[in-house]
C-alpha cells in the first residue's frame, strides 16, 4: 500500500542551525511529492512540489527539498532556519499520477526553532 | 488571491447531537476537501468533491455526511457526535493548474 512516513514527530534547533526533515514514501510508479507547513491555528501551504527534472526543488521562505529516487526519499532541508519558521511540516505523495485531487499525507514533523 | 472560509471556528457539542461545518471558496475551485486532523494521526481525508453535487467518500467517511449544492460550498456533518471528541476539521479546495490545495483556519470540535 502506499504510504508517505516522516520519522521524526518533533524536531527541535536552535535559531540559525541547518534544518533537515525526513520523509520517506512507498509508491509503485513515479510519484509526485509534496511539502506543506501548518503555522499555529492556520491551515496548510504550499512550500514546495515535485514532478520530475531537477531533484533539488525550491520552495519559498528559503526551503528546498531532494527527490532521491534510490532512497524513496524527499527530505527537506534548509540552510540556516528562523524562530518564525516554528511550525508543523507535512510530506504527501499523490498517488495516481494524472490525477492528483488526492492526496497521501505523512503526519507531520513538528518544528521548534528555539532562539 | 482567494481565501477559504469556514464556521464556526469553534464548536461545541453535546454527545449524539448532529453537527454541521461550513466551508466556503472564491477561488472558484473544482474540487474541495474536508479532512480531520487529530494530534499525531496527521490529515485524514473524510469526504471530497470533484464539482457542485458530487460526493466522494475518503478513508475517515463513516459517521459524517457532506454536501455540495453549490461550487463555492461544502458542508461536513457529523451525524452523532461522539463524547470526549476533539479533533479539528480542515476544509480545502485545490487548483487543478497549479496542483495546490488551499486550506481554511479549521474548525475546532469539542464533545462534551
Known amino acids: 500500500a502506499q504510504s508517505v512516513t516522516q520519522p521524526d514527530a518533533r524536531v527541535t534547533v536552535s535559531e540559525g542551525a541547518s534544518l533537515q526533515l525526513r520523509c520517506k514514501y512507498s509508491?509503485?510508479?513515479?510519484?509526485?511529492l509534496f511539502w506543506y507547513v501548518q503555522y499555529p491555528r492556520q491551515g496548510l501551504q504550499l512550500l514546495l512540489k515535485?514532478?520530475?527534472?531537477d531533484p533539488v526543488v525550491q520552495g519559498v521562505n528559503g526551503f528546498e527539498a531532494e527527490f532521491i529516487k534510490s532512497n524513496s526519499s524527499f527530505h527537506l532541508r534548509k540552510a540556516s532556519v528562523h524562530w518564525s519558521d516554528s511550525a508543523v511540516y507535512f510530506c504527501?505523495?499523490?498517488?495516481?499520477?494524472?490525477?492528483?485531487?488526492?492526496?497521501?499525507w505523512g503526519l507531520g514533523t513538528s518544528l521548534v526553532v528555539n532562539p | 488571491g482567494g481565501i477559504i472560509t469556514q464556521t464556526p471556528k469553534f464548536l461545541i457539542g453535546q454527545e449524539g447531537q448532529k453537527l454541521t461545518l461550513k466551508c466556503q471558496q472564491n477561488?472558484?475551485?473544482?474540487?474541495m476537501y474536508w479532512y480531520r486532523q487529530d494530534s499525531g494521526k496527521g490529515l485524514r481525508l473524510i469526504y471530497y468533491s470533484i464539482t457542485e453535487n458530487d460526493l466522494q467518500k475518503g478513508d475517515l467517511s463513516e459517521g459524517y455526511d457532506a454536501s455540495r449544492e453549490k461550487k463555492s460550498s461544502f458542508s461536513l456533518t457529523v451525524t452523532s457526535a461522539q463524547k470526549n471528541e476533539m479533533a479539528v476539521f480542515l476544509c480545502a479546495s485545490r487548483d487543478r493548474d497549479q496542483d495546490t490545495q488551499y486550506f481554511g483556519p479549521g474548525t475546532r470540535l469539542l464533545v462534551l
Open positions: 509508491y509503485s510508479g513515479t510519484p509526485y
Open positions: 504527501a505523495v499523490a498517488p495516481n499520477v494524472g490525477d492528483n485531487s488526492k492526496l497521501i
Open positions: 515535485y514532478y520530475s527534472g
Open positions: 477561488f472558484n475551485h473544482d474540487t
